[in-house]
Every structure is written in C-alpha cells, then in structure tokens.
C-alpha cells in the first residue's frame, strides 16, 4: 500500500500560525503577539525559596545546548528508523537505587512479592533515570517511578490486560475511585467512612495516593493538581477504549489518535519541574505554544509505546486500540505497511516539537527553558527506555 497520513492529522509548525487574541476596540495598536509569554516571564519567579543563586542555576541548566536528535533504530531493525533526542543520562546505579525503592513503597502499597517484582523488571526507577537527567536526587526521581508505577498498574489491571483482570464495564466505575484516591474529595459524614475503606482496599487506589501524597512533598498545589487533571483527562481516553473494546466497534485511526493524544506521555511529562526541583508557571505552562510543544512530545513519546506494544496488543482476547493495529484495519493494509505509516507520523511529531521548541528558545525565561529542555530529555529517555525494556520484546 502506498497510503499516507492525511496531512490534516499532522500539525506543522510552518502551516499553523499562532492565533492571536483580538485587538481591544478601544487600543488602536494590535497587541504584541508574545503579549501572554512576555507577561508571565515579566512577573518573574515566585514562590517560598526563590533566589538569585536558584535562578543563576536554572539559567546555566536551560543555556546548555543539550545533545543532538538522530535517528535511531528499534524492535527487531527491520522498520525505519524513529527520530528521537539522544539520551542525556545513563546512570545504571541510580537507576537501582531508585527501583530498590520504588519496590519497598510497591510492597508497602499492598502489591504481592510478584508484582513488586514485576515492577522492578519494567525498570520504572530506570525510566525515572532517563527521562529526568536534570537531578540526581534518588527521592526526587522516585516521585516519577512512583506514579508511573501507579499508572502502569492502573491501565494494566483495570484498562488493558484481560489475563490480568481488565474488564471494560467495570473500568469507569475503577477510575471514580482512582480519581478520589488521588485528588480526596470533602468530608460527606457517614458516606466517607465506607469510601475511606474502598480507597484502602486495592493496591492501585494505594499507590495513586501515596505517589500524589509524595509529589504533595515536594511540589506546589498548582503542579499537583496539574498531575492530578492531566490524569483525569487521560481517563476520558481509558473510558472510550474500553467502550469500543466491549462493542467491538473500534474507532478509525484519526480518532483514536484523537483521543490517544490525552492518553499519552503528557501526563508523565506534567512531572519535569517537579521532579528537578523548580517550578514553571502556570501561564507559560498552559500558553498555547508552549502546551501544543508538550502535546506533540507527549503523543510522538507514545507513538514509540504503540509500535514497541504492537505484537502484546494484538494477542489480548479482546485487542486493545494502537495506532498501527488501527491504520491495518482502516487500510486493509499489512501490519508492515502500518508501522512505516505510524514511524512516519512520529518522526513528523518530533520535527515539529523540535521547530516549535526552537521557536521559543527566545522566551526569556529560565524555568521555561529548563522545562523544554526536560521535554526533550524525556522523549530521548523514555525512547531508550522501551528499547531495552524485556516488556515490550516479542
């Protein structure tokens, strides 16, 4: 098949100009297009601990120029290559040293001997390794490997794997609960007794609050809760899979793309300040560009876990949604002739992360800098992470 992606599912940065706000009636100047970017670098850092060697620190950490992206080869070698960053950091040490503890907290948790054990296999102090190479702290980085544990566990027992107990009608139902375990709700008298028992009862709705417990430890109230509904959004996305897992009426590839772009690497993503120990506000995290940059990182990052899942999802009883199985089906085409599709679209996402990234390099703000830099660095680790992960090896 010779097929390509509609151009329309692609955003370039080149064909999709920034929109800006209307003019008001009464300015007869047209307001600066950075208005919203050079507002909130103008109001500077904030916060309890703010100094000027913290921000003579962040300004080196964002100047670096960093590593190149390349492309590298994956699976089995014989698809195309996938463009990706090169990996910061390689810390085999570290990595132990955060996995030795993410396995204590599993078993804490509630998590059997096994699982813990398998938690330990997947590397998720590893990931936390790679994809946050801007500090060193093994508390810090356990942050990470805490939550993507948890919301590992979470889509793997009650969203994807059969074998393990996922059952599409019981999942919205899973996932009220995961959102009160993370975010508490207020106090209802006599109706909170029995919710505090439910939350304590299964070793998901455990580890999603201790992990945001965690963060709460080290983050400010806006970047918990910026985990927290980057979560809950992710669920929306869980909750549409499972309705078409259980109707057996799978979506055609552009809406599932649609819906896996906020089921994607974002939510791991809303953790980089956080876990490097700085904070970037709020109105240059959510600034249009600066969002879209994150949501291309995040979905590009996912596109590298549905081709590595390809062979694992097809095998469930009831096949879980992943681009490439859904571009085959839309095509009538082979799995083959589906993955150069799916590597095509990603390369596409990571070039345009990268044209948008260095759009911004001008924004004079280290904790934005720093942060897209940490987006690159999570892509290139997150990459070499799936690579030498025995999970994802057929």
């Known amino acids: 098949m010779t097929d390509t992606i509609p151009t329309a599912i ?14 008001h009636r009464d300015c007869p100047v047209p307001p600066d297009p950075e208005s919203a970017l050079v507002a909130a670098v103008r109001a500077g850092p904030s916060g309890l601990g703010t100094s000027a060697a913290r921000l003579a620190r962040e300004l080196t950490l964002a100047s670096d120029p960093g590593p190149a992206y390349l492309e590298r080869p994956w699976g089995d070698g014989t698809a195309a290559p996938l463009y990706v ?17 993410l396995v204590v907290w599993a078993k804490d948790c509630g998590f059997t001997d096994d699982q813990a054990d398998l938690m330990r296999r997947a590397g998720f102090g590893r990931l936390a390794m790679l994809a946050h190479p801007d500090t060193d702290d093994p508390d810090r980085l356990l942050i990470a490997a805490q939550l993507n544990a948890a919301w590992w566990a979470a889509d793997d027992l009650y969203a994807d794997d059969s074998k393990m107990g996922a059952t599409p009608t019981e999942l919205p139902p899973r996932l009220a609960l995961v959102m009160a375990a993370m975010d508490p709700v207020a106090p209802a008298g006599e109706f909170s007794v029995p919710l505090d028992q439910a939350l304590r009862s299964e070793p998901v709705l455990v580890a999603l609050n201790s992990g945001i417990e965690h963060l709460t430890r080290h983050a400010s109230p806006a970047q ?55 904070e970037l506000d709020a109105n240059l995290y959510y600034e249009p560009r600066v969002r879209r940059s994150l949501m291309q990182a995040g979905t590009a990052s996912v596109m590298v876990n549905d081709l590595h899942s390809v062979a694992k999802d097809a095998t469930d009883d009831k096949p879980v949604c ?73």
């Open 10 to 23: 692609i955003p370039t940065a080149e064909t999709t100009p920034l929109i800006d706000p209307p003019p």
């Open 85 to 101: 960053p090169a990996v910061e950091r390689v810390d085999d040490a570290l990595a132990a040293e955060v996995d030795d503890r």
């Open 224 to 278: 918990v809760q910026r985990a927290c509904y980057a979560t809950f959004a992710m669920f929306v996305s869980w909750n549409s899979y499972a309705a078409w897992r259980f109707t057996g009426n799978y979506p055609p590839a552009w809406e599932y793309l649609a819906a896996r772009q906020h089921d994607s690497f974002y939510t791991s993503m809303t953790l980089i300040d956080a876990v490097g120990g700085y």
């Open 322 to 394: 992943n681009m490439v199985l859904q571009i085959a089906a839309d095509r009538q085409c082979s799995v083959q002739e589906a993955v150069a599709i799916t590597v095509d679209l990603h390369n596409n996402l990571v070039r345009d992360f990268q044209a948008t990234h260095r759009n911004l390099l001008s924004v004079p703000s280290p904790q934005l800098q720093r942060f897209l830099r940490g987006v690159r660095a999570w892509m290139g680790g997150g990459f070499e992470w799936h690579a030498t992960n025995p999970r994802y090896r057929s």
